[in-house]
């Protein structure tokens, strides 16, 4: 395969009888076809006819979503954020993973995709990182060349419901997105969050007889903004994870009417891209050739992921059992003309204006101060007055001083001449004063002790607070087993209140991305939102409402005291197509179509069907919460054993200071060995318990996560259940006319 900068990966779906004409070779990358030549009555011999293909990199069908991870997007995530965009898009027919890799399995919780994966990666280099990140969201879903903002409407019930997204070119030739939401996600939970409610809109606009994520594409957008410590330097880079619409031709889906019109409208942009992709194969052989970006509006928004300045990635997902070797073969060939594109990817960064200005009133202001401290403080006028506030600080600041705490190259900043003096004077008092009470009182060393004392005292003051909340989450969970914190409880028609409950949690704010950007950067394909100033989307905080215990599967309403006799409904075939779930008989279902509450009870015990992996998820989230606890538990020794050590350290520097006080010996009120190895212990034991409060937080975060798959499984059986409860009152308006014309 020829060099190139964009990377091609092969993922293979599982599957229980692959066809024997398919050969894989993890170690060289390489797959390869061996058919039979269809024998015509002229030929004799049948013959082999040999399809073979390289890629940089096979996932096997064993692969873990982790390993897809890691292998596939997180290099391109280091790049992201260092300021260099990056895509990673899935192609592939219809059913063979593409949505798996990109989001994730519906139910299972080890099952999900590379978007939650590279959101809590992505926080966590955050947090391991000395620079400042800003991360922004967007959600877009492309249906038949129209863009629709999955993020902006919290109670759409079909795609048609969600804002449209425009697409606008400037004169520079560059393309706006307009009207597509930017959502600030200042942390993991606000992220995933937006992943969610974009997740549900997807879900809910999509319907059995549309189905629309397999015939739609969906690009989920991740802007980060960084700023080294201490840089006047902004870099900006986006990541898209795009999930394609399926790849199949229309000849073999066999379909007429709209679903023709629709699968025709999926390849023709497929056919556009192909064109894209093609064009710029000849390019980056020397070929001078039009790009034909702008014939559709997924191919304008990957313009710089295809041939511009962009780190891409395609994951091919492939089927291997005999009857999709066709298409995997067409989708092998798309990859590797994609494979042939030359991308320049480059570092997005500029000086910010607001950064430089703040860094240069920094500077001036220490420059000031400095000026004033050489003139010995006379161009103010006679001393200043320092409120009572000031002196405290520089108490503090002479305390901190005189208890070794500080580096003693540092320099003494106080802040003026007046505050440079009232240090020195307490600095004198505190000498006079050590004098004065002689033994029993070294001021220096109490002045020590009761400045750490302080700071110890307000480091745990702010870790009890964090384990407080934890364990509130905790104990709240524990309390009744309840799945869903971030949901308001409605009734069984409260599919509209579920979901503008899951949007109450993030409320993103929306802004028109052209106006976001208050740079001349608007332009999707180079930039990301602003950071600071009026025109970047403000968070709102997320509710932290939550809700009493309820079945999380029982949509939030009150248990029915009288069980009702339950009408006769034939159970659910595995397998059988969701518009055709069994109806009870006609004279039950005109008494459940007047009471709706009932009709839901009916329908969850007799119709639906929870995925296999529901109980599975309830017991990975038990599990979860007792490892939760445990590390809960564990967080607290560690805290008792720094609250003893500390106050052991706090007694032995006490002696000390009485017996250096004693001998009058200076040197004496250095630390000694016991001292030193009660510090070191302390220090040790705030790594365990960082440790532990890390753990936690990561705790915490996968449970609110299998949380929300709990909550999406949710939605979908109430969407089921407005489908079944449509068809029921159809066959009584059906079973009337009949009466009626009897
Ligand atoms: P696409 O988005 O390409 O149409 P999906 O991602 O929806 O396909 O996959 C079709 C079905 O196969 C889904 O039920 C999905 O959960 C399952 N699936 C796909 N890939 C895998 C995989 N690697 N492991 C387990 N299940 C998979
Ligand atoms: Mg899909």
Known sequence: MPASNIKVFLRIRPCAKPSPAFQAEEERGAVSFELERQASDVEVNNQKLSHNFRFD????????QEQVLNMVAKPVIDDV?????????????????????????????????????????????????????????????????????????????????????????????????????VNTAASQEDALNLLFLGDTNRVVAETPMNDAS???????IIWVESTPPGSDVVRRSKLHLVDLAGS????????????????????????YLERVIVALHARSQGK?????????????????????????????????????IDETISTCRFAQRVAQIKNDAKINEELDPTLLIARLKREAAELRQELSVARGGVDGGGEEALTPEDVEQCRALVLQYVSRKVDPKEPFVCGSVGRLRCSF???????????????????????????????????IAQRDQEIGVMVQMLSKQRGGGDSRPFIMSEGPAGLTQAISAAASVTAPSQTDLSTTCPTSQTDLSTTCPAAGGGASPERQQPSSEQQPPTDPLAGGQQPISQPAPKPKVAP?????????????????????????????????????????????????????????????????????????????????RMERAVTAANQNEASALEDGPEELAEVQKIDHLKGAY?????????????????????????????????????????????????DGTK
Request: aromatic share 6%; charged share 30%; hydrophobic share 35%.
């Open 57 to 64: 990199g096979i996932l096997p069908m064993a692969i873990t």
């Open 214 to 220: 397999t015939r739609s594409h969906c690009l989920f």
């Open 248 to 271: 199949e031709r229309v000849s073999r889906t066999g379909v007429e009417g709209k679903l023709l019109n629709e699968a025709k409208a999926i390849n023709l942009s497929l056919h």
């Open 690 to 738: 960082r440790e532990r409060t890390a753990d936690l937080r990561r705790v915490k975060s996968e449970v609110e996560q299998i949380q929300r798959l709990l909550e999406q499984n949710r939605v979908k059986m109430q969407k089921e259940f407005e489908q079944w409860f449509v068809a029921l009152r159809k066959q009584a308006e059906l079973s009337k006319l009949d």
């Open 572 to 652: 659910r075939i595995p397998g059988q197509p969701r518009n055709q779930l069994p109806l009870p008989p006609v004279a039950d279902a005109a008494a459940l179509l007047l009471d709706q509450e009932r009709a839901f009870e009916v329908f969850k015990q007799t119709v639906y069907r929870p995925p296999e992996s529901f109980e599975e998820n309830k017991s990975l989230l038990k599990e979860k919460i007792s490892q939760a606890k445990a590390i809960g538990d564990g967080a607290n020794q560690v805290r008792t054993g720094i609250n003893q050590a500390k106050a052991q350290l706090e007694r032995l």
């Open 81 to 181: 954020l260092s300021g260099v965009n990056g895509t990673i898009f899935a192609y592939g027919q219809t059913g063979s993973g593409k949505t798996f890799t990109i989001t994730g399995g519906p139910t299972r919780y080890e099952d999900r995709g590379l978007i939650p994966r590279t959101i809590a990666y992505m926080f966590e280099c955050f947090r391991r990182s000395d620079a400042q990140y800003k991360m922004y969201i967007s959600y877009l879903e492309i249906y038949q060349d129209t863009g629709y903002d999955l993020l902006r409407e919290d109670s759409a019930q079909k795609l048609e419901d969600l804002p449209k997204v425009q697409l606008r070119e400037d004169d520079d030739g560059h393309f706006h997105l307009r009207n597509l939401s």
């Open 288 to 324: 001078q050739m039009h790009v034909p970006y702008r014939d559709s509006m997924m191919t304008s928004v990957l313009r710089d992921s295809l041939g511009g300045n962009c780190k891409t990635t395609m994951v091919a997902c492939s089927a291997v059992e005999a009857s999709n």
């Open 425 to 459: 004077r307490i600095l004198r008092d505190l000498c006079n004063g050590a004098r004065r009470t002689g033994g029993t009182g070294d001021s220096a060393a109490q002045a020590g002790l009761e400045a750490e004392a302080s700071k110890l005292r307000l480091e």
